[in-house]
């Protein structure tokens, strides 16, 4: 059973850094892009970016709003995903979702999420 | 970037009836060297994560009920549920994977009527 499971939210203050993990299980996780989405909470979804696999060079793509600001990484041999984000801002508060969405080889899956609250 | 614009923002039908929901994405999704619309509509009910519904535009995720059909080409894409049914109760997504970003839709709130 392919299981996503998110971790490291909680409530920081404006311009301070933050790294969500997730771990992933039941399946290749190696062989797969993984995707961060967020959402506001109420609002809708929103792409935060990708990080393709190893043998793809393990490049990474941002949405414009985190461009800079967040990175993404992996480590394959814990089965982990990763998201550094620094300088963060109010408007990032949301609950971010890991997902192996549009990897076909895995399934689209997703975890539950874990939520991040920007305030002072 | 591709915008996704979806309509309407919120959606009320009777049990039993069909509802509608449209996407509409800034320039075209089809690539013409496999001739595939890289478009997917996702569902997501209150404190769940979103589920994959279709792909491809039309092709139906494994477990999804029939009742749930995607059409569209290029620019203009539609959900359709033939019946709705009570647990049909959710917000709906579009979402494009042409090139990154992939830009979601805004959502379309389905309620029953």
């Known amino acids: 059973e392919v299981q996503l499971v998110e971790s490291g939210g909680g409530l920081v203050k404006p311009g301070g850094s933050l790294r969500l993990s997730c771990a992933a299980s039941g399946f290749s996780f190696s062989k797969a892009w993984m995707t961060w989405v967020r959402q506001a909470p109420g609002k809708g979804l929103e792409w935060v970016g990708l990080i393709q696999t190893k043998t793809d060079g393990e490049t990474t793509d941002y949405a414009a709003p985190v461009k800079g600001r967040f990175t993404i990484s992996r480590d394959d041999s814990k089965n982990m995903l990763y998201l550094q984000m620094n300088s963060l801002k109010t408007e990032d508060t949301a609950f971010y979702y890991c997902?192996?969405?549009?990897?076909?080889?895995?399934?689209?899956?997703w975890g539950l999420g874990t939520l991040v609250i920007v305030s002072s | 970037d591709i915008v996704m614009t979806q309509s309407p923002d919120s959606l009320a039908v009777s049990l039993g009836e069909r509802a509608t929901i449209n996407c509409k994405s800034s320039q075209s999704v089809l690539y013409n060297s496999n001739n595939k619309n890289y478009l997917a509509w996702y569902q997501q009910k209150p404190g769940q994560p979103p589920k994959l519904l279709i792909y491809?535009?039309?092709t139906r995720e494994s477990g999804v009920p029939d009742r749930f059909s995607g059409s569209g080409s290029g620019t203009d894409f539609t959900l359709t549920i033939s019946s709705l049914q009570a647990e049909d109760v959710a917000v709906y997504y579009c979402q494009h994977y042409y090139s990154t970003p992939y830009a979601f839709g805004q959502g379309t709130k389905l309620e029953i009527k």
């Open positions: 491809w535009a039309s």
């Open positions: 997902t192996t969405q549009f990897d076909w080889s895995s399934g689209d899956h």
